[in-house]
């Protein structure tokens, strides 16, 4: 049997403006580097998706509610996350 991730609300995903998530992303001890990939702030080691295994580009990048995981947003990624962090609330 298949097992389908499922969130009856998504009201804890909100949409960030670019310079809000620049805050945000900075606040939790990360930078972006002249490439526009997300890196760590003080070592400059370029943050990799956990669920894509690909580095994470600023402008596809997600923070993901109540954690400092930081995903590439893809649909792969986005139903991993919630399969692992949401599904039995």
């Not at 001890?29 to 894509?52: A, L, P």
Request: net charge negative.
């Amino acid at each position: 049997m298949i097992k389908i991730a499922k969130v009856d609300n998504f009201s804890e995903f909100d949409r960030l403006k670019e310079d809000e998530k620049k805050v945000l992303l900075k606040a939790l001890g990360y930078d972006i580097n002249e490439r526009g990939f997300v890196v760590e702030e003080h070592t400059q080691n370029i943050v990799w998706c956990r669920y894509t295994n690909k580095p994470v580009k600023f402008d596809e990048a997600s923070i993901l509610p109540g954690s400092t995981i930081i995903i590439n947003t893809t649909p792969v990624s986005l139903s991993s996350y919630i399969e692992e962090f949401l599904e039995d609330e």
